[in-house]
């Protein structure tokens, strides 16, 4: 089963990693490739470099970054392939702090399966979708 | 360590309710699966015995089952488990003369290493727990012991099943597997194996070993079918898991990257190999769509890593490049079967078996035509491996079918069905003699 750990804190608040922090990251992201779970994983640059689409009906609005009136923000995550929930959130508790001396949030969720849509997922939509990720596969 | 492990803390500690007994027992669960490997290897380096070190683990593992649920579990578990483990072992070497001798060798150790690697130090201890769960693997793998013992021995030790979880997986009674894993662990200290990853010319052939069990496990997840219970099927991910965990810790070695594509990309078509019906798909009449691409990316990844390392001729890699040819294939047309017997020459030169052999016969069969394949069966046809193997009539009767020798075809294809059990497999090879039989009615 494939599980998604969010990284978020309060960007406002943040300090920008510093030697140790990647180190110990870089450690962390090691023992999950040795555990032989890792399945992806990025960090994210701060908001002021993002912007935001938002979608009312047929409306779209873009509002550049930074994002000031949201607290906690998304600054990375990684994709693990593993037994259970447990087992995701064992992973999500070895996470290094990344603002030390604040606190930041890990969010585990489990990523959609083809399973998961049951019959609104068309045999042809299904189809599709494999064949799409069989072209990007080539292009990675 | 924020919470320093206690012995005799569950005496003192009040009863938790049932519903956070159950999670926090879960989340021990899940711990022993991640940190197993560790804590036994940590603890194998001390008392280079790892069959004591299993068993000290299990001790520290029964220590966290009766204090986690009171006490929370503590910040670095691993650490947790590893300290009671070792605290027990030196319990156990003041007690036991001959340990004792092997304390004053790991105190000799200790004067020439410097002090022991503990979690202050975690850089250098990941990287040393790192080399002894790889001396954990070799150990557990070793040709002393019977392919069977391995099997479970590896699993108890480097997945963290319990012996109820691999007794479910490989049909057989916890009893028997409690045994293998008993007398593995005798035959290991019997044998004095010594606690290490070999080198020189001993290497390649206990890695061979090592990589043979991995690949076992594997295939006896894949050969389960729909009705089996789940942990059957789950040893497929346990086995690529540790494949992983191999590739992870032995980078350079070419065979372990090629072991691993082959089980990526066999995996891949896990969910196109079986029918509605629960009824097995051959390969090329698989719906390709139901392929996990992603798992064939990872395959394909691994395989280039393995012929990168110049191991393109190595025995898992050749395989590996013949299930890629199908991976690469849109459609069963455009599958590159000269490419793929080619692949199959190149094993059988290496590892020469008749079964390899009549593989080529059908990749010929498919490049060249079918009676430059039956060429090849009909050299097989007394070879002594295949005397009971339903296959090579199946295939002969295929390639007979073809060139339009519909009579011989049909007494092959009910020979091959008296010769195996599989109802399913029966009824496809009867098919086959009818649709021989009406095709020469018709000729």
Avoid at chain 1, 94 to 114: F, H, I, K, M
Avoid at chain 2, 57 to 75: F, I, K, N, R, T
Avoid at chain 2, 177 to 190: D, E, Y
């Amino acid at each position: 089963m494939r599980y998604m750990i969010l990284l978020t804190y309060d960007e406002k608040q943040a300090v920008p990693p510093d030697e140790r922090l990647i180190n110990e990251m870089g450690m962390f992201n090691a023992r999950l490739e040795k555990a032989g779970v890792l399945r992806a994983g990025e960090g994210l640059v701060a908001s002021d470099h993002g912007a935001r689409v938002t979608v009312t009906d047929d409306k779209r609005t873009v509002v550049d970054g930074p994002f000031a009136e949201s607290k906690e923000l998304v600054a990375g995550f990684w994709i693990l392939d593993v037994s259970g929930l447990e087992e995701a959130v064992e992973w999500a508790r070895r996470v290094p702090n990344p603002q030390p001396g604040r606190s930041a949030t890990l969010e585990v969720r489990r990523v959609v399966e083809a399973e998961d849509l049951g019959d609104a997922f068309a045999p042809e939509a299904r189809a599709a979708e494999e064949r799409m990720r069989a072209r990007l596969a080539e292009l990675d | 360590m924020s919470t320093a492990p206690d012995d005799d803390a569950a005496e003192r500690s009040p009863a938790p309710a049932p519903a956070a007994l159950a999670a926090t027992h879960r989340a021990i669960e899940a711990v022993w699966r991640i940190e197993a490997a560790r804590v036994i290897a940590g603890i194998a380096r001390m008392v280079r015995d790892v069959g004591l070190a299993e068993e000290l683990a299990q001790d520290a593992l029964v220590a966290a089952l009766e204090q986690w649920p009171a006490s929370g579990v503590p910040d670095n578990p691993g650490a947790w488990l590893t300290a009671i483990g070792k605290r027990r072992a030196i319990d156990l070497i003041r007690r036991n003369e001959r340990l004792e001798r092997k304390l004053e060798e790991i105190g000799r150790d200790l004067d020439t290493n410097g002090p022991a690697p503990g979690p202050e130090d975690e850089a250098s201890f990941d990287e040393d727990i790192d080399d002894d769960v790889l001396r954990l693997i070799f150990t557990a793998c070793h040709p002393v012991l019977s392919t069977e013992a391995r099997v479970a021995l590896t699993l108890r030790m480097l997945g963290g099943l319990t012996t109820d979880e691999i007794a479910r997986a490989f049909l057989i009674t916890e009893a028997t597997v409690a045994q293998r894993i008993v007398r593995a662990k005798k035959t290991l200290g019997k044998a004095n194996v010594p606690f290490e990853v070999p080198e020189g010319e001993d290497r390649a052939a206990r890695l061979g070993s090592v990589l043979e069990v991995v690949y076992l496990i594997f295939n006896e997840g894949y050969s389960a079918t729909a009705g089996d219970d789940w942990l059957r099927p789950a040893l497929c991910e346990e086995a690529l898991r540790l494949g992983r965990v191999l590739a992870g810790l032995a980078p350079k070695e070419p065979e372990v990257h090629g072991l691993v594509a082959l089980m990526e990309i066999q995996a891949s078509r896990s969910r196109a190999r079986v029918g509605p019906d629960g009824e097995p798909v051959l390969l090329l009449d698989q719906n390709r769509a139901r392929w996990d691409q992603l798992l064939i990316r990872r395959g394909l990844t691994a395989l280039a890593r393995a012929e990168e390392l110049g191991g393109a001729a190595g025995p898992y890699a050749l395989q590996a490049a013949i299930a890629a040819c199908h991976a690469r294939a849109r459609t069963a047309e455009e599958t590159d079967w000269d490419r793929i017997a080619a692949l199959y020459a190149a094993l059988g030169a290496l590892m020469p078996s008749p079964i390899v052999e009549l593989n080529r016969a059908v990749a010929v069969g498919m490049a060249r035509g079918p009676a430059a394949g039956l060429e090849i069966v009909d050299e097989l046809t007394d070879a002594p491996a295949l005397r009971s193997y339903h296959l090579l009539p199946s295939v002969r009767g295929d390639l007979l079918f073809k060139l339009g020798r519909f009579g011989e075809a049909r007494a092959e294809f009910e020979r091959a069905a008296t010769m195996t059990r599989n109802e399913r497999e029966i009824a496809l090879l009867r098919r086959r003699a009818e649709e021989a039989e009406e095709a020469g009615a018709a000729g």
